[in-house]
Antibody, heavy 123, light 111 residues
Framework: QVHLQQWGAGLLKPSETLSLTCAVSGAGGSCSGCYWSWIRQPPGKGLEFIGEISPPGSVTYNPSLKSRVTISRDTSKNQLSLRVTSLTSADTAVYYC???????????????WGQGTAVTVSS | QSALTQPRSVSGSPGQSVTISCTGTNSDVGTYDYVSWYQQHPGKAPKLIIYDVTERPSGVPDRFSGSKSGNTASLTIYGLQAEDEADYYCCSYAGAYTVYVFGAGTEVTLL
């Protein structure tokens, strides 16, 4: 079964940069055609798609965040990364990494999620 | 403001059925059969319960059923159980530029 483990700084100041990493492990971790996504959830609010990275490495971002977000991956380490620059209080949220898959097959659903990283932006 | 519209809350008695609607547009729900539903308990990560409008991942009880008509998708929970109390989010693929849009979530409570 695939396991996604996230880490990164949880308390940041306005204008700083958020950096999160998501490591993939487990017997079900291999999915050659799968996309990988980042999603966030502000306190008490709904889910927001941040962006995804394709198997060949091309990235698509939420148009509302595109200018400040970078998603990348290190296939040798089985890791996914997220950077968000010029933070404001509106970026305060729980951030999740997820795999776009069902079982170990590519899909338009996300059946594997990280545990979430709570990020607070405050001066 | 979320791209997909869901009711804020629905409630039902144990054993009853509840239906959650998810209304989008011709750019997402109305065009693509890639609607998914997620269950989220407090403090937990979302869990996929429906994908491709009607399909259930392995291990998800058949009490959960998805459907779609036009720009509106629906999730029905049959035989409501205590563990079904949670927030439910719909999500639709919306094309190569926007990719995914979510609803604001619906809280399901037992009476």
């Amino acid at each position: 079964q695939v396991h996604l483990q996230q880490w990164g700084a949880g308390l940041l100041k306005p204008s700083e940069t958020l950096s999160l990493t998501c490591a993939v492990s487990g017997a079900g971790g291999s999915c050659s055609g799968c996309y990988w996504s980042w999603i966030r959830q502000p306190p008490g609010k709904g889910l927001e798609f941040i962006g995804e990275i394709s198997p060949p490495g091309s990235v698509t971002y939420n148009p509302s965040l595109k200018s400040r977000v970078t998603i990348s991956r290190d296939t040798s380490k089985n890791q996914l990364s997220l950077r968000v620059t010029s933070l404001t209080s509106a970026d305060t949220a729980v951030y999740y990494c997820a795999r776009n898959s069902v079982g170990s097959r590519p899909a338009f659903g996300m059946d594997a999620w990280g545990q979430g990283t709570a990020v607070t932006v405050s001066s | 403001q979320s791209a997909l519209t869901q009711p804020r809350s629905v409630s039902g008695s144990p054993g009853q059925s509840v239906t959650i609607s998810c209304t989008g547009t011709n750019s997402d729900v109305g065009t693509y059969d890639y609607v998914s539903w997620y269950q989220q308990h407090p403090g937990k990560a979302p869990k996929l319960i429906i994908y491709d409008v009607t399909e259930r991942p392995s291990g998800v009880p058949d009490r959960f059923s998805g459907s779609k008509s036009g720009n509106t998708a629906s999730l029905t929970i049959y035989g409501l159980q205590a563990e079904d109390e949670a927030d439910y989010y719909c999500c639709s693929y919306a094309g190569a530029y926007t990719v995914y849009v979510f609803g604001a979530g619906t809280e399901v409570t037992l009476l």
